[in-house]
């Protein structure tokens, strides 16, 4: 394998290794012209460290799309820790890992991912401050959902208006997939504003409790199975749950006008983006959609402030209304507009770096 071929669009990409504590780590920066890296550590019993590489090297691009897209002064990076999160977690594993990170000195910000939880990350604490997401008692700004949440309801004010014409939320029904941290503020918020929604969820208590909630304030919500959602009389499809969602096998089913959630990497393919675009279905491109949890992350290095990270949530709304017309304005996938979009920034940026060149450029402000 030529590794300089393979890490060609990447700036740096360090291999960890701690005989001691079993730790195999790879942390891959992507692009920093917007600010240090950011991004989260994701911890799988990987096959084999091609395919950890693999996962890490597209997982840290996304991230530099994701805080272009979300205006926060960040760039793209994310680590990956070869290991089953079941057997190999130990608090000194965490404790290298948090060296290997300070070793980089502000040029990476991590946090939880998935197999990875807040609690693993008080350990890397103790060796740097490079880390975010951790518990309101260590500084942090905990559970991420609420942003989020804020999130995909300014992704269906605007995507309602841009298919209908009117944000109104109450006017539309909705399928929602998932009733977890996020998909049940969702949902509520829905409710409240009298919406018809179609939920399903693998967890039946995800269920009863909402729909328990829903009679005591006289709404009607419709149960439906993990696979009838799909295919609903719904408005927009809101996925909360996991990602792959739009695939070759439910693309075909939806009825829907318009997909906005939460779940990360919700197309299984781009060409399933490009299907919903012939279906005349409006995507919500997911990596905007969802940003309110990075929103917060990022914010919380400057103070935790839960009032500026909702109003900085607002900024979704704008940027996906700008995609949307982009897209409409060049024929083209809301996907492929969001991406053109955040190269677009990134681009900018890099031309106003440049420019100022010949100044000290201040520390990043960031908490060190
Ligand atoms: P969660 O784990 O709290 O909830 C997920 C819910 O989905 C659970 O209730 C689970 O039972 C249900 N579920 C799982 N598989 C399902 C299936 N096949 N069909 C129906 N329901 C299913 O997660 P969350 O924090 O609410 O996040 C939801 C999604 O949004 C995830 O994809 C997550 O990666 C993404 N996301 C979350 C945040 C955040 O701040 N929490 C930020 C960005 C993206």
Excluded at 340 to 351: A, D, G, H, M, V
Aim: aromatic share 8%; hydrophobic share 35%.
């Amino acid at each position: 394998m030529d590794m300089f071929e393979k890490i060609r669009e990447h700036e740096q990409v360090v291999f960890c290794n701690d005989e001691e504590t079993g730790l195999k780590a790879i942390i891959a920066i992507h692009n920093t012209t917007l600010g240090p890296a950011l991004g989260g550590c994701r911890m799988r019993p990987y096959k084999s460290v091609e395919e950890a590489l693999e996962d890490v090297l597209r997982l840290s691009k996304g991230m530099t799309y994701k805080c272009a897209a979300s205006d926060v002064d960040f760039g793209g990076g994310k680590a990956v820790i070869i290991g089953d999160p079941q057997k190999d977690k130990n608090p000194e594993l965490f404790r290298a890992f948090g060296q290997f990170v300070e070793s980089l000195n502000g040029r990476f910000y991590t946090g939880t991912d998935m197999g990875t939880t807040p609690e693993d990350f008080i350990y890397a604490l103790k060796e740097t401050n490079c880390i975010v997401g951790v518990d309101e008692e260590y500084g942090g700004s905990g559970d991420s959902s609420v942003p989020t949440a804020m999130g995909v309801i300014y992704g269906l004010q605007i995507t309602n208006k841009t298919v209908w014409g009117t944000e109104d939320l109450g006017a539309r029904s909705y399928a929602i997939q998932g009733l977890g941290k996020v998909g049940v503020k969702v949902a509520e918020r829905l409710m409240d504003e009298g919406a018809e929604l179609y939920i399903a969820d693998i967890n039946q208590h995800a269920i009863d409790d909402l729909v328990s909630r829903a009679n005591e304030k006289g709404v009607a919500i419709k149960v439906v199975s993990g696979d009838e959602i799909y295919s609903v009389d719904a408005d927009v499809f809101v996925p909360c749950a996991i990602g792959g969602i739009i695939n070759d096998d439910t693309v075909e089913q939806l009825k829907v006008k318009a997909v906005v959630g939460s779940a990360n990497n919700q197309l299984l393919d781009t060409r399933h983006g490009k299907r919903l675009h012939e279906r005349g279905i409006l995507y919500a491109p997911d990596y905007i959609v969802n940003a309110g949890g990075l929103i917060q992350v990022a914010d919380e290095l400057y103070e935790p402030n839960k009032e500026r990270v909702l109003q900085k949530t607002r900024t979704i709304y704008n940027s996906l209304q700008r995609i949307y017309a982009q897209a409409e304005k060049e024929g083209i996938t809301s996907e492929e507009a969001a991406n053109r979009y955040c190269e677009n920034l990134i681009q900018t940026r890099s031309r106003r770096n440049s420019f100022f060149s010949h100044m000290k450029r201040p520390k990043w402000s960031v908490r060190t």
